[in-house]
C-alpha cells in the first residue's frame, strides 16, 4: 500500500535530553523519512521542563501552542543506573515537601507544574482542546490513580485526563499506561 500523506502544515518538535550516546538524533529523523512522514521542524536537545527550551519548540513552528503533546517520561532505571556525574543532574528530581523529607515527583507532575506556568503567563504549550498523551509507569503493588500528577497540577496545566487509559505490561514488577488529557 502506499504511504499516508501528512495532513498540510502538520510539523513536529522533538525535545530529548538524553545526548547522543543514549538517543541518536539521526536515527529520529531516518525513522521519520522511512514512514513517510516530514521530519521534526527541530530536535532539542534539552529538558522540557526548561522554559527556554519550550520556547525553542513553540519558535520551531512558528511561536504557536502545540495541537498535541506526546511523552514519554524517564522511569528512572536509567537514572538508577547512571554515573555520579550524571546523578547529579537527577539531585533536581527530589523535592522536599512539608518538611517531612525527601519526596520524588514525577517527571510528568513537574511538566504539568511547568505548562501551568506557561500558561498563566499566556504562553501556553497546549492550545485549547489539545492533547497531551503520555506514558505513566506504574510499578507492581501501585495503580494508576496513585502515580497520576494529583488534581492541583492538573487544574494548574488546565488538563482534564480523558478516559481510563490503556495498559502495557513491561514486566513482573512494570507497566506502562497509555492516558490522555485535554487542554480546557
Known sequence: SEPQSNPPGCRSVAIEIAHNGYVN??????????????PPSDIIRG?????E??????????????DAIVTDPPYGIREAMSSEEESEDSERDVDVINGDGPT?????????HAMGQDRSSGKPLLKSGGRLVAFVP????????????????RKEAGLVMEG??????????????????VSV
Open 53 to 66: 527550551v519550550r520556547e525553542q519548540a513553540r519558535s520551531a513552528i512558528g511561536g504557536d501552542a502545540f
Open 104 to 112: 520524588s515527583v514525577s517527571p510528568l507532575s513537574k511538566l504539568f
Open 164 to 181: 481510563e487509559g490503556k495498559e502495557q505490561v513491561l514486566s513482573d514488577i512494570l507497566s506502562r499506561w497509555l492516558v490522555s488529557f
Open 138 to 153: 506504574v510499578q507492581k503493588g501501585e495503580n494508576l490513580k496513585d502515580c497520576l500528577p494529583d488534581s492541583n497540577a
Open 25 to 38: 538524533r539521526d536515527d529520529i529523523v531516518e525513522d521519520f523519512v522511512t514512514r513517510s512522514l516530514p
Open 47 to 51: 529538558d522540557c521542563l526548561s522554559p
